[in-house]
C-alpha cells in the first residue's frame, strides 16, 4: 500500500504532537518532529521509541518493526528543515495568532504542493487560513487524546479548502488506522461542539453544590456509558488546553449561555492545578493515583 503522504512534518511535540507523529510514523511515513522550546522535539523522539520498546516487550511489535519506526521519526529543529514534508501538521498552542505567525513561516518553507493541517481544538481554520498564499491547503485534522488509542478525527474543511484535501486527508486517516468523519468549519467542530456540553454542565452542577467532581463523574460512568467522566477527562487533558478552548467556544458563539466557561476552571487555571500534568486538578496524582478532592 502507498502512503498518502510519504513524508510528514509534526509541529508541536507535546501530548498531541507525539501522538500524531507516532501513528504517522505506524502508517509508513517518515516523521520530522518540530518544537519551538528547545529539547522537546528529541525528548518527544525518546518517548516515541520508549512506547515502541513497550509495544515490543509485550510481544506486540517484533525487533525489526520497532527499530524500523524509530528510524523513520527524526526530530528537527527549524520550519525550513519542513521543506521536503507533503504533510505538516501542526499540533502547538491553541493561540490564533501564533499559529497564524507559524503558518506563514510554514508555506514559506514548504513546496506549492504540499498540504497543511491544524489540529485546532476550536479555533477557525478559515480564520488560520487566511494567513496563506493557497489557503485551499489547508483543513483541520483533528486529532483526540491520547490519539494512538481514539480512533477518531475529524477533517474540517475551512471555506476555502479544496475537497480533494479532504479526501487525501480521510484517506491517510484510514492508514492510520483512525476513522476519519468530516465536519465543516464551526467553533468546536463536531465532538467539542456536542461534548463540551457535558464539561460545561457538570461544572456548572459542581459549583452550585449540587454533588462534587467523583459523583457527577461515576454516574456519568455508570450511568450513561462514559468511559472517562466529565472532570477526569478535564483532568487528562489539562485545563491550561481546555479552558482556553472553552472560552473560545463561547466567544465565537456570541456568548451563547450553553458555552459559557466556568468559574471553577477560571480559578484552577490561576492557580497552576492544570490536572495530571501538574499532580492536582479536579483530583490529586500522588504517584500517578487517582484521588478525588474533597
Ligand atoms: P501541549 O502543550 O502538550 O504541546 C504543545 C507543544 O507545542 C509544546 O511542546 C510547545 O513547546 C510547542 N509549541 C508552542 N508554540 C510553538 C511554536 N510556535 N512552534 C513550535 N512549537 C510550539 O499541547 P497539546 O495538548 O499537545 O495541544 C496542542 C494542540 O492540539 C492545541 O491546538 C490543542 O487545542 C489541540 N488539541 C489538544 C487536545 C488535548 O486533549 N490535549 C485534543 C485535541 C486537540
Redesign the pocket.
Known amino acids: 500500500m502507498t502512503v498518502n503522504f510519504s513524508n510528514v512534518g509534526v509541529?508541536?511535540?507535546?501530548?498531541?504532537?507525539?501522538g500524531i507523529a507516532q501513528i504517522a510514523a505506524q502508517a509508513g511515513s517518515q516523521v520530522l518532529l518540530?518544537?519551538?522550546?528547545e529539547g522537546?522535539a528529541a525528548r518527544?523522539r525518546e518517548a516515541l521509541l520508549a512506547q515502541w520498546q513497550k509495544l515490543h516487550e509485550k510481544g506486540k511489535l517484533d525487533a525489526a518493526e520497532r527499530d524500523a519506526l524509530g528510524a523513520r521519526v527524526q526530530a528537527v529543529d527549524s520550519v525550513q528543515a519542513l521543506a521536503g514534508c507533503d504533510l505538516v501538521i501542526?499540533?502547538?498552542?491553541?493561540d490564533l495568532e501564533?499559529?497564524r505567525?507559524?503558518f506563514r513561516e510554514l508555506e514559506a518553507a514548504v513546496s506549492a504542493s504540499a498540504t497543511l493541517a491544524?489540529?485546532?481544538?476550536?479555533?477557525s481554520v478559515t480564520a488560520i487560513a487566511t494567513v496563506l498564499k493557497q489557503p485551499g491547503r489547508m483543513a483541520g485534522f483533528?486529532?483526540?487524546?491520547p490519539v494512538p488509542l481514539m480512533k477518531v478525527v475529524e477533517v474540517v474543511a475551512g471555506f476555502k479548502t479544496e475537497p480533494e484535501v479532504c479526501t487525501r486527508l480521510a484517506g491517510y486517516a484510514a492508514q492510520m488506522g483512525h476513522s476519519a468523519v468530516q465536519a465543516n468549519d464551526t467553533p468546536g467542530f463536531i465532538v467539542n461542539h456536542a461534548g463540551r456540553g457535558y464539561g460545561t454542565e457538570a461544572l456548572r452542577i459542581a459549583s452550585e453544590g449540587v454533588a462534587d467532581f467523583a459523583t457527577i463523574d461515576r454516574i456519568l460512568k455508570d450511568q450513561a456509558g462514559f468511559r472517562l467522566g466529565p472532570f477526569e477527562l478535564l483532568d487528562?487533558?489539562?485545563l491550561?488546553?481546555?479552558h482556553?478552548?472553552m472560552e473560545s467556544i463561547y466567544r465565537q458563539y456570541y456568548e451563547e449561555p450553553r458555552y459559557r466557561p466556568s468559574p471553577i476552571a477560571a480559578q484552577r487555571v490561576a492557580a497552576g492545578a492544570l490536572g495530571r500534568k501538574t499532580g492536582a486538578g479536579f483530583y490529586r496524582y500522588p504517584e500517578g493515583n487517582q484521588e478525588s478532592v474533597p
Open positions: 509541529i508541536g511535540a507535546g501530548a498531541m504532537g507525539r518540530l518544537d519551538s522550546f522537546a518527544g501542526e499540533a502547538i498552542v491553541e501564533v499559529k505567525q507559524l491544524t489540529n485546532t481544538s476550536s479555533l483533528h486529532f483526540f487524546n487528562l487533558t489539562g491550561d488546553v481546555s482556553p478552548v
